[in-house]
């Protein structure tokens, strides 16, 4: 057990500390824009680019997460003229459905400025980022053979410097005369550089030209069957993400799209904690589920569920109580008419973190259907309140769909991972947790209407988070002990391992 257990905190420390660092430049890329351009023109190109975004899910087919599964499940049998037969089938399938969509955007894209975006520069947008769907076939295909082979620094390293590489280039592009195409373009030159980059260190770790192709047909069949729910999945996650925004766009002003837009990715930080945790558990769930190792995985989740509320409460809590200053510090004093909707959607990111890690493990396990069936119903729900809500409501209206829907994804998932793994859903932990909770966001209200000082606002919620972490000991919600019992495994691994060497 305790080589799984290092090997799940390594990936998911690893994956934190990148993630964390990626969300920190993704978040600025969205502030320096929001503060750059007007409200209206910010909402104008991210309309655009979230369409395109549902593309590139509609393009992947689910095919990026299948080959990240086969890739660990060979990896163990040694079968690796099986992954390159994988990897092959993965980046034609990918090339075609780029072909496909790309052809589509093009045609069309007159009708979606006039009808849909009811703006003329969208056209140029689009046709910059359907390169970008062709383009980012080649990094992100790397990208899934590095944690396919669970090297989980280069894998998590890869969007950090992506998001570095994108912010330089934009402030380059838009201050160089290119106005709001300067971000487009940045997304469609960020694509080869990073390919080239990353691709020697890949070639390293798996010497793909030296290795044989086996059982082609049988493999990409495989693959691919694997991918299709998903695909499913992934569109229904988007689905859920991007359909507020396209409903607003249709609905309601750019305005109102641009402000969304800027409070969405501030909401939906909290969820990089959740994704640092879920990316490094989906192979070994599968590696793990391929040694017929249950009870160690369902170990793992059970810890998983037991800690992760713990660590999310004062992150969202934190946010909700201090919306304004937050949003109208980060962006401009108009964008504080996204409070309510802010504060509503971090209700939503609340559970929604665990539900990412349960869904990952279920198809990490193989067990995709599952999780593609909790997405489309949790879509389904979501497009349904969207209509109904936001002409009336606007992003009140999208806030609320979102909350519900993610709700949804981690009752039913929840729910699935014990079904599967047998782990035993921490309730009465959870409950307790509610005293903490209530007692950290009465503190931090006073603090919010008693002090104005920023240096004594910092010094309040130090001292309200140390006042939450003794609560959360006295009721007993973290057991110290089983804590320094797993830090010494992982100690004694890596003495042992410096021995050894």
Known sequence: VSSYIKKAVNGIG????????????????????ANYFTTEEFGILYSVLNLVIICLFIRDLGLGESLIKHIAEYKVHEKFGQIKSAIISVVSLKIIGSLVLGIILFFSSSFLAQKYFK?????????????????????IILKEILLGLQEMALFSSVDLVKNVLLLLLIIIFVNGGAGIFGPALAYLLVCPILFFIYLPATLRRFPFL????????????KVASFGIPLFATALGSKIIGYIDTLILTYFRTPFEVGVYNAILPTALTILYLGTAVATPMF?????????????KLAQGMELIHRYMFTAIVPLVIIPFVFAKPILTTLFREEFS?????????MVGVFFCTLGVINTKVLSGIGKPKIVTGIIFLSAAANVVINILLIPSLGMIGAAI???????????LSTYKINANTGMAVPWKTWLRLTIPALMLFALLEMINLLITNTAFIIIGIAISGGVYFLCLCLLQIINIKELKYHYRIIKNKKNKRKDEE
């Open 337 to 345: 008419s996204g409070i309510v909707p802010f504060q509503i959607l």
């Open 401 to 411: 769909a979102t909350t519900i829907s993610y709700f949804l994804i981690f009752l």
């Open 210 to 221: 030296r290795i044989k192709t086996a059982k082609f047909k049988e493999t990409s069949f």
């Open 14 to 33: 690893t994956t934190l500390m990148f993630s964390f660092l990626a969300a920190l430049i993704a978040y600025a890329i969205r502030v320096y824009l």
């Open 119 to 139: 703006e003329s520069s969208s056209i140029i947008l689009l046709y910059i980022l359907i390169l970008y769907i062709f383009f980012s076939i080649f990094f």
């Open 283 to 295: 192979p070994l769930a599968s590696e793990l589920w391929s040694r017929n190792q249950k009870e």
